[in-house]
């Protein structure tokens, strides 16, 4: 299938993430009951969806795929051009999240650890290289990194002879993952490069502050990277009236990145934070390891970070282990983290490939359709884990048949349901159906690209009777990007009133 207009990003939020925490408005009819007779329920529900989709001529134009089945009966409730392949933008992170869960297991961790060359424990003197070994954590942290170098310092390590080594061999170098490329020039926190090792999912956030009796704000960087990432401009004046205006402009040059902060903040507002993605996230991650050891005493002679392998005959000193999968995915799916994604695609990549050696993005890809393969799910294409920029067609039917499997594993079920936002109450679902019935009765991850929306989860009064649904709008008008919610939401609304 040919990339579809609503596959491309600009750059705003709306655009590389899923910006749907908004209130869709109110359905109109949303409050009408469906019939009591069992006879005139499923046509009155065909007419209810008609009727969505009619009154809102500013879409007739769009590519608007449905799929609705009942979980119980397995009947298919409606559907509407269901086969057809289109972009799911974020609900491409179903495909990820139940492969991640059927073949890695709910219970799966990643472990970053750290080995060392000789040690004197008598003098606390490492005589060579200390190394750091990342396997994929997407959650590593600036305070998982000091506590590991609390944990370093607490073998007696005081000084290392050689230098600090990052083994980055669980993932191959191509860190940028599969059509990032298509916006090379965007430097936002959404679009991070993935790396088998990586901290803080590998941007830094920019941080002004606003001094409270006007003047010069604060501006720093968390986390601090030396001289990797540096602040080369800091004209931030606090200001008592007006709006806070501020422009960041982050700069690759070479061997560390460049960042310019300028404008104003309203003192009101206090702080102001920017997500900036870096280019090198093992070295990123690297340098503010090496920041942490020093905090706790622990020298490295010769400064600096480099890559390389750790060798057979080093000894482990410390590690840290990620929660499980299955907290990892909720923190993935609520709010919708590329990051989180596409370090789950390359771990089923580096878990799976055969032969060993360092996983890659096409080992993902093929991870996942060996799993969804086993499920029935077929002939689709998503070529990364996160759905961001052109890189899915996937139909209705397609999605609809992945939540009925799911739905049918209790091992995994469990854990695919606590991972999606909760309609009114969470993530990014959480400022709509505001009194409405669905309010806390849908589970349904969300997808927002500039021209696409989709919806797809569970809906239902009980959990004993559940319906699967999946909506995808392609070729919206981004102008209407409201319209296409409510008409999703007014959707679900007729579902819940089907079922009750």
Same mark, same amino acid.
Do not use: C
């Given at each position: 299938?040919?990339?579809?207009?609503?596959?491309?990003?600009?750059g705003?939020?709306?655009?590389?993430s899923?910006?749907?925490?908004?209130?869709?408005g109110?359905?109109?009819?949303?409050?009408?009951?469906?019939?009591?007779?069992?006879?005139?329920?499923?046509?009155w529900?065909?007419?209810?969806?008609?009727?969505?989709?009619?009154?809102?001529p500013?879409?007739?134009?769009?590519?608007?795929?449905?799929?609705?089945?009942?979980?119980?009966?397995?009947?298919e409730?409606?559907?509407?051009?269901?086969?057809?392949?289109?972009? @799911?933008?974020?609900?491409?992170?179903?495909?990820?999240?139940?492969?991640?869960l059927?073949?890695?297991?709910?219970g799966?961790h990643?472990?970053t650890?750290?080995?060392?060359?000789?040690?004197d424990?008598?003098?606390?003197?490492?005589?060579?290289?200390?190394?750091?070994?990342?396997?994929g954590?997407?959650?590593?942290?600036?305070?998982d990194?000091?506590?590991?170098?609390?944990?370093?310092?607490?073998?007696?390590?005081?000084?290392?002879?050689?230098?600090?080594v990052v083994?980055?061999?669980?993932?191959?170098?191509?860190?940028e993952?599969p059509h990032?490329?298509?916006?090379?020039?965007?430097?936002?926190?959404?679009?991070?490069?993935?790396?088998?090792?990586?901290v803080?999912?590998?941007?830094?956030?920019?941080?002004?502050?606003?001094?409270?009796?006007?003047?010069?704000?604060?501006?720093?960087?968390?986390?601090?990277?030396?001289?990797?990432?540096?602040?080369?401009?800091?004209?931030?004046?606090?200001?008592?009236?007006?709006?806070?205006?501020?422009?960041?402009?982050?700069?690759?040059?070479?061997?560390?990145v460049?960042?310019?902060?300028?404008?104003?903040?309203?003192?009101?507002?206090?702080d102001?934070?920017?997500?900036?993605r870096?280019?090198?996230?093992?070295?990123?991650a690297?340098e503010?390891?090496?920041k942490?050891?020093?905090e706790?005493?622990?020298?490295?002679?010769?400064?600096?970070?480099?890559?390389?392998?750790?060798p057979?005959?080093?000894?482990?000193?410390a590690?840290?282990?990620?929660a499980?999968?299955a907290?990892?995915?909720?923190?993935?799916n609520?709010?919708?983290?590329?990051?989180?994604?596409?370090?789950?695609?390359?771990t089923?990549?580096a878990?799976?490939?055969?032969?060993?050696?360092?996983?890659?993005?096409?080992?993902?890809?093929?991870?996942?359709?060996a799993?969804?393969g086993k499920?029935?799910?077929?002939?689709?294409r998503?070529?990364?884990?996160?759905?961001?920029f052109?890189?899915t067609?996937?139909?209705?039917?397609?999605?609809?048949? @992945?939540?009925?499997a799911a739905?049918?594993?209790?091992?995994?079920?469990?854990?695919?349901?606590?991972?999606?936002?909760?309609?009114?109450?969470?993530?990014?679902?959480?400022?709509?159906?505001?009194?409405?019935?669905?309010?806390g009765?849908v589970?349904?991850?969300?997808?927002?690209?500039?021209q696409?929306?989709?919806?797809?989860?569970?809906?239902?009064?009980?959990a004993?009777?559940?319906?699967?649904?999946?909506?995808v709008e392609?070729?919206?008008?981004?102008?209407?990007?409201?319209?296409?919610?409510?008409?999703?939401?007014?959707i679900?609304?007729?579902? @819940?009133?089907?079922?009750?």
């Amino acid at each position: 299938m040919s990339q579809l207009a609503g596959a491309r990003g600009t750059g705003s939020a709306s655009a590389g993430s899923d910006d749907d925490d908004e209130d869709s408005g109110s359905a109109t009819g949303s409050a009408n009951a469906a019939p009591h007779d069992a006879r005139s329920r499923l046509p009155w529900l065909h007419e209810r969806i008609r009727a969505a989709i009619s009154s809102r001529p500013a879409l007739a134009k769009e590519k608007l795929g449905i799929a609705i089945v009942d979980l119980v009966t397995g009947d298919e409730l409606y559907s509407k051009d269901a086969d057809v392949g289109l972009n @799911l933008a974020s609900n491409t992170k179903l495909l990820t999240t139940v492969a991640a869960l059927g073949v890695l297991g709910s219970g799966f961790h990643w472990r970053t650890a750290v080995y060392s060359d000789k040690l004197d424990e008598a003098t606390g003197v490492v005589d060579g290289d200390l190394y750091v070994r990342g396997r994929g954590d997407p959650e590593l942290s600036q305070r998982d990194l000091r506590e590991l170098a609390a944990d370093v310092a607490a073998r007696g390590i005081r000084t290392v002879t050689g230098k600090l080594v990052v083994d980055g061999s669980y993932f191959d170098a191509q860190v940028e993952p599969p059509h990032y490329d298509e916006e090379p020039n965007e430097r936002a926190g959404f679009r991070a490069p993935v790396a088998s090792f990586g901290v803080g999912r590998s941007a830094v956030t920019v941080v002004v502050v606003a001094e409270p009796g006007g003047g010069a704000a604060q501006v720093r960087l968390e986390p601090d990277a030396g001289d990797y990432v540096r602040i080369t401009k800091r004209e931030v004046t606090t200001v008592t009236t007006g709006h806070t205006r501020i422009s960041v402009a982050s700069k690759p040059r070479g061997d560390h990145v460049e960042i310019e902060v300028t404008g104003q903040i309203r003192a009101a507002d206090g702080d102001y934070e920017l997500r900036r993605r870096v280019d090198d996230p093992a070295r990123f991650a690297g340098e503010v390891f090496r920041k942490a050891l020093a905090e706790r005493g622990v020298t490295i002679k010769h400064g600096g970070v480099t890559a390389g392998a750790v060798p057979t005959g080093a000894r482990e000193v410390a590690s840290h282990d990620s929660a499980e999968l299955a907290s990892v995915i909720r923190d993935m799916n609520k709010y919708s983290d590329n990051y989180i994604a596409e370090s789950v695609l390359k771990t089923l990549g580096a878990e799976t490939r055969a032969g060993g050696g360092p996983g890659t993005w096409a080992d993902g890809q093929n991870a996942v359709k060996a799993y969804l393969g086993k499920l029935g799910v077929t002939g689709y294409r998503a070529d990364n884990g996160s759905g961001l920029f052109g890189s899915t067609s996937v139909s209705p039917h397609q999605l609809v048949t @992945l939540l009925r499997a799911a739905h049918a594993d209790f091992k995994m079920f469990p854990d695919l349901l606590a991972s999606l936002p909760i309609g009114g109450v969470d993530g990014t679902l959480a400022k709509r159906w505001h009194g409405r019935a669905a309010l806390g009765r849908v589970r349904a991850k969300t997808g927002t690209l500039d021209q696409v929306i989709s919806l797809s989860g569970y809906v239902g009064m009980d959990a004993g009777h559940l319906i699967a649904f999946a909506i995808v709008e392609n070729d919206m008008p981004g102008s209407q990007r409201g319209a296409a919610r409510s008409l999703a939401d007014e959707i679900v609304d007729d579902l @819940l009133a089907y079922v009750k």
